[in-house]
Structure formats: C-alpha cells, structure tokens
C-alpha cells in the first residue's frame, strides 16, 4: 500500500508541476495564467506534504478539492476560450481528482486488503 501511495504522490507532484508550468507554452490571459499556477502549485505541494507525512490524510482530501477547482476552473475564471489553458486544467483536474480519491485511507484500505464494496459477515 505505501508503495503505491507513494506513486500516487509522485503523480500528484508531477501533475501540479506541469500546470504550475504550462502557461509557459500556453496562450493565457491574467486569469488563466494565473489559475494554472496556483492550483498547480497546491497540488503539488499536497502531494509532497502526503510524501513527508502519508499518514495526514487531510493531504489527500484536500488534493481532490484543488482538481475540483482546477477542473471548474476555466469557467469560473472565464478562460475556456483559451482551449489549451482549458484543456489542461480540465484534464489535470480530472487526473488530480482520480489521483486523491485512489489515495483516500478507505479506498487505499480496500485496494489493500482486496474488499471491493463486499461488507464483511
């Protein structure tokens, strides 16, 4: 289970670094640009917090909710127009929410322990 965790958070680090970056080869505006780096930033920082800490969960959860608001985020910021800035956040987000829900305790604790949704008698 650490193990894959631990690919998980290497994932979620990569996954932030590459939208924190991509307004570098992106066409953005102020609020693309910007989007794209913060939410990139945090998730990148959850990722290295669950690696120095994998037992703060508090970590993963909060991993899923930056995909959130990066997948929401060319709209709520108006941006997806911009449909490499769109696309990236769209997808990223998609990716860092898959990335935080497989990393979750109880998912993990089910991927672990080979329970897939069958309670125990």
Same mark, same amino acid.
């Given at each position: 289970m650490k193990s894959w965790n631990? !690919?998980?958070? %290497? =994932?979620?680090v990569v996954l932030g670094v590459f939208a924190a970056l991509s307004p570098i080869w992106? #066409? #953005?505006?102020?609020?693309?640009?910007w989007s794209l780096?913060? *939410?990139g930033v945090?998730?990148? *920082?959850?990722?290295?917090? &669950? !690696? $120095?800490?994998?037992d703060m969960a508090v970590a993963d959860y909060a991993?899923? =909710?930056f995909g959130v608001l990066m997948f929401i985020s060319p709209w709520v910021m108006n941006f997806h127009a911009l449909e490499g800035a769109a696309w990236?956040?769209?997808v990223v987000? @998609?990716?860092? @929410? @898959?990335? $935080?829900v497989s990393a979750m305790p109880m !998912?993990? %604790?089910? !991927? &672990?322990?080979?329970?897939?949704? @069958?309670?125990a008698h």
């Open positions: 631990r !690919m998980q958070d %290497a =994932v979620a992106l #066409t #953005t505006n102020d609020r693309a640009m780096i913060v *939410l945090l998730v990148a *920082l959850a990722g290295l917090a &669950h !690696m $120095a800490r994998p991993m899923g =909710v990236t956040a769209w987000g @998609v990716l860092t @929410v @898959v990335v $935080a !998912m993990a %604790a089910r !991927m &672990h322990h080979g329970d897939h949704g @069958v309670a």
